[in-house]
């Protein structure tokens, strides 16, 4: 039997960040098309040459996009909403960076309609990946784009690298989009048609396998999505490469038998989220049916434990042709550890990141293939860096435990109920009618970087860089008195990141220089790796709110980043349940918020927009983990009076079906993301009754567009028609801090101006 090695996709972004540079480059008039996509064909080049030398015998190719895999399927497809189409019809670079960006009406060629929003944007399943959410309309005509998988292919092939493209299946693409008066899978047999015209084109240029992937089949199937996929792997299987069906993020439980049964040629299945799995897929998958078994993390950096991998597969080995590979994408780890210079030693030893990982496939491939002799010495070493795991002090605290031990349920409750509540905080705040406020940071521009690099460097003494922090929190404090905001900010400008910034003053933390992995488009994020058991030593934001607060008689809100938000955005310890872990956080914050009312702070803003995104993907299990993450929440925010006021904010995900959840939270103002939706999540909210203050977002600030007064009004008389007046708040959708201020302040100007408008009527 023959074991080989398999990647399901490569980080995009390069081991430098290289893709974002160039598209920030492109974006700002800096380098034109042909640049940037000189830049992309080095970074896949780079990537297949990469794969190949680890020891990878499948690559992938069409696994890379300038800005969404979801997007570039729907471009592809011709699924282009009518406000984006230019005017002479063509589809090309700017009606997709329109498509993910929106446009200011400056951007000439991009639409023939001026200024537009961005397509609507969320989670990618359970991670904290952003996809472009596909759009149908009644009466749309699809129709094959620019076919990218094919050129990809083509251009591997030139290099004399046989890849096997990626290929988002059809059925979980029309499960991500949004109908506007249609049924999405009112489309099926059209969106076939064209995937059976693609995959003809493939096999026409020697393509002999294709991956396509349908996470979708991890998730509670119904009975339409059932026959869909019968439809469509019934037709696509007899359009010419053999099938790779992809599957990952879980297990496929119920939808095991329906899955082997389908007609192709390979199942990939994920033996790290469902490795319960396994023994029902052997007995449920033909011989005839290639098996990929995704056997090593593809979305956390923990190094494998080989020598259990290797006892687990070596019976099967001997009886069928086996792929392993990671279990998804690895996308969602960072490119390589080899570029960590300054990570402790001892922490290093334990981590594997997308190339490690790949080396791991091998390894396994060689002692499967040639006797665990043949790397013994490999084997030796990784059980020596497990064993230091489990006994390292670094990772356990029994102060930590005692005190995790000893939590109440009184410990998570507030003091009386929200009616009690927003009296007293009326009493105490003092606001007007539809307040107005921001999510928290403002631009951190070109300056801020700089400063905070020159004092990484040791360039800039810890005096000089305060005093700078401080002029800069100053100046945007007397801004937002100037422009009749509400309850202002401190604009978080000592602030790296809303998650690294607290990981760093939190025990059991490790962190970074290159380990960046993207989160949508050019923004990428360096996930802290949460590998120890969690304490807070001394208060992170006491100082920074009190010298804000010292400047305004206004309310400044204190900004923290909430438990389940800090857990969901890290790479986290796999060695004891999530929730241990998140409680261990909210018991942190918890001392910040108290340390926070104690210093006189009236309004403070606990962050969970990753609440939605741990969300178990099966809904039998949604009580279990909405249990510990709401108790987590509460137990962060619970320890203070009625009179302080606790804000939350989450952003860029489907809240309606947890929203009973969300009101369990006991939050007295939620700000959430609706300018993309135009209120439509409102009615979620209106029909469950929730109790607490809303702010709907009105300005949508992850693309570069500056909304007018009366857009944002419209937008909050939409709001009206779901919500009491009284309940509501107006602010921008999510922080500012990848925004510039020539973009923020028109925005911001404008959004107190439609409060005021609001007000009068």
Known sequence: MTITVATLGFPRIGPRRELKHALEAHWAGKIGEAELLDAASGLRTAAWARQK????DWLPSNDFSLYDHVLDTSVMLGAIPERYRSADGEAGLATYFAMARGTTGDDHGACSHGSVTACEMTKWFDTNYHYLVPELVAGQKLALNRLKIVDEYREAKAQRYETRPVLLGPVTWLSLAKGRGVDPFDYLDEVLGLYSVILGHLAQVGAEWVQIDEPVLVLDLDDKQRRALTRAYARLSRSGPKLMLTTYFGGLGENLSFAAALPVAGL?????????QLDAVLKAAPKSLLLSLGVIDGRNVWLADLDALLARIEPIAATRDLVLAPSCSLLHVPVDLALEKKLDPEVTQWLAFAVQKIEELALLKRALNNGRGSVAGELAEASQAAASRKASPQVHNPQVRERVAGVTAAMEARQSEIGVRTAAQAAVLGLPAFPTTTIGSFPQTGEVRNAR???????????????????????TIAWQEEIGLDMLVHGEFERNDMVQYFGEQLSGFAFTINGWVQSYGSRCVRPPILFGDVSRPKPMTVAWWRYAQSLTEKPVKGMLTGPVTILNWSFVRDDQPRAESCRQIALAIRDEVTDLEAAGCKAIQIDEAALREGLTLRRKDWAGYLDWAVAAFRLSAAGVGDATQIHTHMCYSEFNDILPAIGAMEADVISIETARSQMELLEGFAAYRYPGAIGPGVYDIHAPRVPGEAEMVSLMRLAQAHLRPEQLWVNPDCGLKTRNWAEVKPAIEGMVAAARTLRAG
Do not use: I, K, Q
């Not at 030398?53 to 990878?56: E, F, S």
């Not at 005093?467 to 100046?475: G, I, N, P, V, Y």
């Open 268 to 276: 990939h299945v994920d033996l790290v989220r469902a490795p319960e």
């Open 453 to 475: 690099a020159r004092f990484n460097r040791g360039e800039l003494d810890a005096a000089a860089y305060e005093a700078f922090l401080r002029e800069e929190t100053e100046r």
């Open 53 to 56: 030398a680890l020891g990878a």
